[in-house]
């Protein structure tokens, strides 16, 4: 029998599963490195949930704990990203989605932005808005937007 707090950690994992597939994917770029990525996210949150105080919102947890997850463990197996020449792999969408050509382009424009960029714009296209951004991130909101209008000029330039 489940004990409650496990069945509440897995409806939230359900409930975004979807943000932590995006960041693995932008954190990787082969299927099986963002498998290990999503797993290694969920172990982290899974080992970070006891301490969980409810400071801020479960959302703003667990985009800083998977945040944190790829960026940490990018750094500590000195993962040698190659960027493709081509978009990403289709086969990498999640269940039921099609391939779109703009979002593969946009996604092949991404892995080329640096860590904390990614970060960034990954909350952004997630709809946060500039102070939930800040909370997470750990910079001003100010600051947030300088850098969002950085990494779209760059972004758009990429995409050309």
């Given at each position: 029998?489940?004990q409650p707090h496990e069945t509440a950690f897995l409806q939230l994992i359900n409930e975004h599963s979807g943000i932590?597939?995006?960041?693995?994917?932008?954190?990787?770029?082969?299927?099986?490195?963002?498998?290990?990525?999503?797993?290694?996210?969920?172990?982290?949150?899974?080992?970070?949930?006891?301490?969980?105080?409810?400071?801020?919102?479960?959302?703003?947890?667990?985009?800083?704990?998977?945040?944190?997850?790829?960026?940490?463990?990018?750094?500590?197996?000195?993962?040698?990203?190659?960027?493709?020449?081509?978009?990403?792999?289709v086969a990498d969408l999640l269940p039921g989605q099609e391939a779109d050509p703009r979002q593969e382009r946009l996604?092949?424009?991404?892995?080329?932005?640096?860590?904390?960029?990614?970060?960034?714009?990954?909350?952004?296209?997630?709809?946060?808005?500039?102070?939930?951004?800040?909370?997470?991130?750990?910079?001003?909101?100010?600051?947030?937007?300088?850098?969002?209008?950085?990494?779209?000029?760059?972004?758009?330039?990429?995409?050309?």
């Amino acid at each position: 029998m489940k004990q409650p707090h496990e069945t509440a950690f897995l409806q939230l994992i359900n409930e975004h599963s979807g943000i932590i597939h995006k960041i693995s994917r932008l954190y990787r770029d082969n299927t099986q490195d963002r498998e290990d990525l999503f797993q290694e996210i969920i172990f982290q949150l899974w080992k970070s949930y006891p301490s969980f105080r409810g400071d801020s919102g479960t959302g703003t947890w667990l985009y800083r704990i998977a945040l944190n997850t790829a960026i940490g463990s990018f750094r500590r197996k000195k993962v040698e990203i190659q960027y493709a020449e081509s978009v990403p792999d289709v086969a990498d969408l999640l269940p039921g989605q099609e391939a779109d050509p703009r979002q593969e382009r946009l996604f092949a424009a991404l892995m080329q932005c640096d860590a904390a960029e990614k970060a960034i714009i990954s909350l952004y296209l997630e709809g946060l808005n500039y102070q939930q951004i800040a909370e997470i991130s750990g910079i001003t909101e100010n600051y947030v937007g300088v850098k969002l209008n950085r990494i779209k000029t760059k972004i758009q330039k990429l995409i050309r």
